[in-house]
């Protein structure tokens, strides 16, 4: 089965554009995770969305938003980017959504941004 | 501020040393995970605990949650060079998983 695909791999933004970002869920699971991993801040959710609807949101302004289509896969974008929006952006994908007691997480390899 | 430290931030020892990962927080969570994240690579499950107290061994490495469920331990016995990389914690609360800040292991042959 293949894994949780993120596309692009690496994005190079200037501050003010707005960039989107891709994630393909492993065949199955419904839920998906976003999480922003930066070298001060380490890894912090942003939203996670299951049957197309935004279940959780995590301490992020509203430049960060995101949606799921009806196959699962889903899209964030950050708009009017500024410097420190360059981190990391995690996928994850899950079978389930919320926090079942076996609860798994299934990362992407990320979507490294840089904004300049 | 973070909800989960992680404790040491940096660790580099040779191969064959034992090491503990430490990750502690005031808040109680309803199960705690570990990760082992690459680079250029998403972090990848390790383990999950639920109960506490509760002790989970997967080959060299011993995984144990807090009998009041607000910290965890992650011990390793005989370390490997393929063992480095960055250990995560993630703690469940509410409706999402708060991550620690992580620390980063190298084992050198």
């Known amino acids: 089965k293949a894994g949780v695909t993120q596309t692009p791999r690496y994005l190079i933004k200037t501050r003010g554009q707005q960039v989107t970002l891709s994630c393909s869920p492993i065949s199955g699971h419904r839920s998906v995770s976003w999480y922003q991993q930066t070298p001060g801040q380490g890894l912090q959710f942003l939203f996670e969305y299951f049957s197309e609807t935004q279940r959780n949101k995590g301490n992020f302004p509203g430049r960060f938003s995101g949606r799921q289509f009806s196959n699962s896969r889903s899209e964030m974008n950050v708009s009017t980017l500024e410097l420190g929006d360059s981190a990391l952006y995690l996928c994850?994908?899950?079978?389930?959504?919320?926090?079942?007691?076996?609860?798994?997480?299934?990362f992407g390899p990320g979507t490294r941004l840089t904004v300049t | 501020t973070q909800l989960l430290e992680q404790s040491p931030q940096f660790l580099s020892i040779q191969e064959g040393e034992n090491l503990t990962v430490y990750c502690n927080s005031s808040s109680v969570f309803s199960s705690l995970q570990w990760y082992r994240q690459e680079p250029g690579e998403g972090p990848v499950l390790l383990v999950t605990?639920?109960?506490?107290?509760e002790v989970k061994k997967l080959k060299r490495l011993t995984f144990q949650f807090g009998d009041a469920r607000k910290d965890s331990s992650l011990h390793i016995t005989a370390a490997q060079p393929g063992d480095t990389g960055l250990y995560l914690c993630a703690g469940a609360r509410g409706n999402q998983f708060y991550f620690g800040t992580g620390t980063s292991l190298t084992v050198i042959p």
């Open positions: 994850a994908s899950s079978p389930l959504p919320g926090l079942a007691s076996s609860y798994e997480q299934y």
């Open positions: 605990v639920v109960t506490g107290g």
